[in-house]
Structures are given as structure tokens and as C-alpha cells.
């Protein structure tokens, strides 16, 4: 945010902050005629041919590259569509994100199809996906990441004092610089949440649609919270899944990856102790962490294969993300202590200089991070935050802390960040785990209490990162069904029970 073959890329989330001016609240909806949008296939590699006939139709909404200039540069956005089947239940468009920013979401419909999104959802529903602007075949945008710029999703290497920040900070501003000499069309300004929902309205006014009900996973949270805040009047049913707290990334929110590695780490060090025969990570939770720690510091002083203590780290911070892959990093680790070598996992590849696969991804998490609110620029700032972290989060907060290239971002912002509107209908469904890496379960309720009566909290006492078909409370996901096909709304804020 957020699938597991993304998840790295989705690992890009916060909470709050804040930019100085009047935020952004309501917007004017896209009042024109509709667009006529023309479907046809999608392009290759969208949906695996090996797996049967093609489900998806895809086609082009044209939107202002600067809504300031709506008769200016247009940019085109690529959305996909699994179109129901059943008429006499079909009752309008469902928009997807799954996270990043920069995940690409054309494939998102037949993916979460395949995840089992029930037949009431997409009798009621044409499900839309989409490449949000500056994403894959949305007017793609790039800094020039080559391979052995590792960002490991953008997140920053652990600081283990004030030296690793300044080094750090030289790194990050490179980066900045680099990405505006690589702006060479003018369009990493313009990529922003706040750009991001218009578009989704004028996708809404293509599609001949009064109102476009939401799914977002992760900073997909975000954008929906933005859209809802927007639009309320186009907003039909919001669902809001692993939540950053806001519509935008900070320093702050950023630092929230430190908590919530904390209060997940437990669940993988009880499954490793209870294993201990297996692995020999320790036969306590306790001594699991410390065996975290102790390799992590060897790892420092001394890294082995491509992986250093960072790599480590960020290894594990992943892991915490499914249950589904506290078995391989078991078997790292065990490889790690009984031969001083990562074993099958492997550390991190040399560099060849070439282009990244992952460069689109990053860029584009950064022009989003960077142009929706201002970053401390002072390096002290960093280096107290970093500090203060690694003795409050030890097993992460030293990376999610530190300095990153929005310090030194040129491009934006342009505008303040989307204000959260808690004035319109109680249409906006909040569903969290109560023990996430990346969006803490902190998140969750400060979106909530942003949104007043708006919204409901459902917090799932689960551990990982995405609740609706990616984890398995059947509770959580009956209420998320219930709500997307009858509209039903919890009464108040409630848990869902471990199954």
C-alpha cells in the first residue's frame, strides 16, 4: 500500500501532519456530459492469458494534467472493468486503489475476483480498476531509478547514529535532485492525492455515473478519504481498508512504521518460539527478539551475501505483512545462525546500473509523499526523531525516522493537503487489524475520529496488513459485504473477533 507479490512497493504509508494554508475540502463535481469511454482489451501483461479468457475491458478518460488549467495539457488514464453480469442487481461502479502510491491497479478487479470477492459484489457492481496518474499506463512518470538505488520500497535504511542520518541525508538529496532533472515532460508536480480523487470524479462523470462507491486498500486509504472529503455528494460507500490516519504522508505518519513493527512482531515471535525445535529462533517471544536484535547488530558490523543489517530488517518489517511468510524468514534466519549465511532467501543482488523494474513505483510514491504536505527540512529534525525511535521502536523506528529526499523536494507542494470533511452522509466504512507494520491500528482510529459521524471503525483482531480478502475474519468480511451490497452500516464502532 497492496498485494503480496506488490508488497514491498506498498509499504509506503503514514499518518498525519500537517502544511501550512487552508486545506483542500469539498470540490466542484464534473458537472459536463459524460465522456464517451470505449472499451476494448487491455494491454499485455494486465491478466495472466495462461490462467483462461480474458475478464477484463480496458479504456482511456482523459483528465487535465493541472486542474488549475482544466482546458490545458490533458494526460490520459487507463481504468479496467469486470463488468457484472446481473443486471436487475446492478447498482453502479466500484472503484479500486490498492495502495502505494504507485501500485498499479488495472489487474485489481480480476485480482480480487480471484481472492473470492463474493457474487453479490460483483452482480452489484461494474468493478473498476485503474493505473492512477503517472502509474504504469497512466502517463507514467520516472526519476531514472537504476537497480542498485535499493529504496526497498522507499523506506529508508536504519540509522544507527548521527552519522548514518547525515549520510543518509546526502543520499536523499540526490535523489530529489535527481528526480527533478528527470521531470523532462513537467508532470511529477502534478501527481498528487488531491489530483488523484478529481480524477477519480472525472472517471465517475466518464462512466455516466451519479455516484462511485470506493475500495481502497492501505494509501489507498488515503485517496478514498480524499475522494469522500471532495466529493461527498459522488461518494456512494466508502470502504477504507489498513488505514494511514489521513489523506497524506508525513515525517510523522512515516515514523508510525517504528509502532506498528512493534506491536506486530509479537505474533511472528510466539508462531518462531513455539517452533523453536524447527528453527532455534528461541523458546520465548523474548528470546525471539533478541535473537532479532543480535543478528541485525552482526549484521552491521559485518554483512554477509549482500545483506546487511538494513536488508535484514526491512526483510522482517515484510515479513510482518501475512503470516503466510513467517516460514521462509524462519528458515532465513536459522541459516543465518547456523552458518553465517542467509540461506535460500538470500540477501540483496549487485547492482548492473541498469533501469529498475521498480522505478515507475518509486517515483511515483515520491512525487505523491512529496507534494502532499511539507517535510521538515532542518537534518537535526531527523537525527532527534531517529534517537528518540530507536530507544522507543528499537526493532524499527531508526529507519522509518530518518531522513528521506521529500526534506529536499523542489516540485511541490503546490497545494495544502485534503482536509477530511466529517460534514457529509455516514457513508465511509473503516476496517482495520489490530496489529499491522505498516498501518498500525492507530491509523484506523484516528481516520475515524476525523470523520465523526461519518464513518465506523471495525477493528479485527488480526495480524497484517489488509483485512478485506486478503486476511481471513470471516466477521469482518461478512460487515465489509453486507455494507458494499445492502448498504448496511454498523450501529457504532465494534471488534471483530480472531476466527
Not at 503480496?4 to 500537517?18: D, E, H, I, K, P
Not at 479500486?96 to 489487474?107: C, E
Not at 545462525?337 to 546500473?353: C, D, I, N, V, W
Not at 484506523?444 to 495480524?463: C, I, N, P, Y
Request: glycine share 10%.
Amino acid at each position: 500500500m497492496n498485494r503480496q507479490r506488490n508488497l514491498s512497493l506498498l509499504a509506503v504509508l503514514g499518518l498525519t501532519g500537517a502544511l501550512a494554508g487552508a486545506p483542500i475540502a469539498g470540490a466542484e463535481p464534473i458537472e459536463e456530459p459524460p465522456a464517451q469511454v470505449r472499451w476494448g482489451a487491455c494491454p499485455e501483461g494486465v491478466e495472466d492469458r495462461a490462467t483462461g479468457p480474458a475478464q477484463l475491458q480496458c479504456a482511456t478518460v482523459p483528465v487535465p494534467l493541472n486542474y488549475s488549467e482544466p482546458e490545458g495539457a490533458q494526460i490520459e488514464i487507463m481504468i479496467s472493468r469486470l463488468a457484472s453480469k446481473n443486471p436487475d442487481k446492478r447498482r453502479g461502479v466500484l472503484l479500486l486503489n490498492p495502495g502505494g502510491p504507485g501500485g498499479a491497479g488495472l489487474d485489481q478487479p480480476a485480482f480480487l475476483a480471484a481472492q473470492g470477492l463474493p457474487a453479490d459484489v460483483l452482480d452489484s457492481y461494474d468493478v473498476i480498476g485503474m493505473d492512477t496518474r503517472g502509474v504504469g499506463h497512466s502517463a507514467p512518470v520516472s526519476c531514472g531509478f537504476t537497480d542498485d538505488q535499493a529504496y526497498f520500497g522507499n523506506i529508508p535504511p536504519y540509522a544507527v547514529n548521527d552519522a548514518a542520518v547525515t549520510e543518509r541525508a546526502a543520499v536523499a538529496q540526490g535523489v530529489a535532485q535527481q528526480c527533478a532533472a528527470n521531470d523532462h515532460e513537467g508532470r511529477l508536480r502534478y501527481v498528487s492525492t488531491a489530483n488523484m480523487a478529481r480524477d477519480l470524479d472525472r472517471i465517475r462523470a466518464a462512466l455516466g455515473e451519479d455516484k462511485a462507491s470506493f475500495l481502497g486498500y492501505s494509501y489507498g486509504t488515503a485517496l478514498g478519504a480524499a475522494y469522500a472529503s471532495m466529493f461527498p455528494r459522488q461518494a456512494d460507500r466508502v470502504v477504507l481498508d489498513s488505514n494511514i490516519g489521513d489523506t497524506y504522508l508525513d515525517h510523522e505518519g512515516m515514523r508510525l512504521y517504528g509502532r506498528g513493527m512493534e506491536e506486530t512482531f509479537p505474533d511472528f515471535a510466539k508462531w518462531a518460539a513455539a517452533r523453536h525445535d524447527t528453527y532455534g529462533l528461541g523458546r520465548t517471544p523474548e528470546e525471539v527478539r533478541r535473537t532479532y536484535l543480535t543478528l541485525a547488530e552482526r549484521l552491521d558490523a559485518n554483512p554477509v551475501d549482500g545483506m546487511d543489517g538494513n536488508l535484514f530488517r526491512f526483510g522482517t518489517f515484510f515479513t510482518l505483512y501475512r503470516p503466510a511468510l513467517y516460514e521462509p524468514a524462519a528458515e532465513s534466519w536459522k541459516s543465518l545462525l547456523e552458518t553465517g549465511h542467509p540461506g535460500p532467501a538470500g540477501g540483496r543482488p549487485p547492482g548492473t546500473g541498469a533501469a529498475s523494474p521498480n522505478d515507475n513505483a518509486w517515483s511515483v510514491f515520491l512525487a505523491v509523499t512529496c507534494n502532499d504536505a511539507e517535510w521538515p527540512e532542518d537534518l537535526g529534525t531527523y537525527q532527534r526523531a531517529v534517537a528518540e525511535d530507536r530507544e522507543r521502536h528499537p526493532l524499527y523506528g531508526a529507519a522509518a525516522a530518518n531522513v528521506m529526499p521529500c526534506a529536499y523536494w523542489k516540485l511541490g507542494p503546490s497545494e495544502p493537503p485534503v482536509r477530511i470533511d466529517n460534514t457529509g452522509p455516514a457513508d465511509v466504512l473503516i476496517v482495520q487489524n489490530q496489529r499491522d507494520p505498516v498501518t498500525p491500528l492507530r491509523g484506523g482510529e484516528l481516520l475515524d475520529e476525523k470523520f465523526g459521524q461519518r464513518s465506523r471503525l471495525v477493528s479485527v483482531d488480526g495480524s497484517g496488513h489488509g483485512v478485506y480478502l486478503l486476511g481471513t475474519n470471516s466477521c469482518a468480511s461478512d460487515v465489509v459485504t453486507g455494507y458494499l451490497v445492502d448498504g448496511t452500516m454498523p450501529d457504532n464502532d465494534m471488534t471483530c473477533r480472531a476466527n
